[in-house]
């Protein structure tokens, strides 16, 4: 039984392309085989998760096959997740309990998730003409949030396309873990290794590291309200 796609949060709705969107063919042929193989699976374009009203985005790679392509929701169901929504739960920018489903009842406070990539590609791994195409919606989404001044890029892919989103050159605005960039429109990049499994395991990223990213974005946060109050 294929799943019931009204059931999924659409926070960005007016910003998400459309629930069968054929603008990549690989990647609509690839969702193709995968609603035939696993009908109850999302198997759509992954729509943005948390708060409309958030000072911070995190800009993802793109869906996992058994995370979010399954379940419709960014970073839900697969390892990445567990370390993600634990770090936002340490830092108090999360309500609930992450239980790797859609109706765990979690929210986000005052963070939203995007992704640079909206449909799952085969061996997560995108093309660069796939990356260029989905930047329209990370476009439009991130319009959307006037409010979210600080960004953290999940991985190098999301860093390239955030960059190129806000007219920046990438030689100017190299990618590495923890830099942080103040972009041409004026908003705040932080870079992360991606919290994978792969990263996790080989020691290229631990808890520590990842912490420390979230604890950078929580003192900029600060040191701008800081400012907001003193003008």
């Avoid at 069968?20 to 193989?37: K, Q």
Wanted: proline share 7%; with cysteine.
């Amino acid at each position: 039984m294929a799943m019931d796609k009204t059931l999924i949060d659409m926070p960005l709705a007016d910003g998400e392309p459309p629930i069968d969107c054929r603008l990549c063919p690989r990647l609509a042929a690839f969702r193709d085989e995968l609603r035939a193989e696993h009908p109850d699976w999302w198997n759509a374009p992954v729509p943005a998760f948390g708060d409309p009203a958030a000072w911070l985005g995190i800009v993802g790679l793109a869906p996992g096959k058994h995370g979010a392509n399954r379940t419709g929701r960014p970073f839900t169901g697969d390892y990445a997740g567990d370390l993600l929504f634990a770090t936002l739960d340490k830092m108090g920018l999360s309500r609930g309990q992450y239980d790797a489903r859609i109706d765990d009842g979690l929210t986000l406070d005052g963070v939203i998730i995007i992704n640079a990539v909206k449909c799952l590609p085969p061996q997560n791994k995108p093309t660069a003409a796939e990356i260029n195409e989905c930047r329209t919606f990370l476009s439009r989404q991130e319009a959307m949030l006037p409010r979210a001044r600080i960004f953290i890029a999940l991985g190098k892919i999301a860093h390239d396309s955030f960059v190129r989103h806000a007219g920046g050159r990438l030689a100017a605005y190299p990618f590495g873990h923890d830099r942080q960039h103040r972009l041409p429109d004026g908003r705040i990049l932080i870079d992360s290794y991606h919290c994978s499994r792969y990263n996790t395991n080989t020691g290229r990223l631990t808890a520590a590291m990842f912490e420390a990213v979230f604890e950078r974005a929580l003192s900029l946060r600060d040191g701008l309200d800081a400012t907001r109050e003193t003008d």
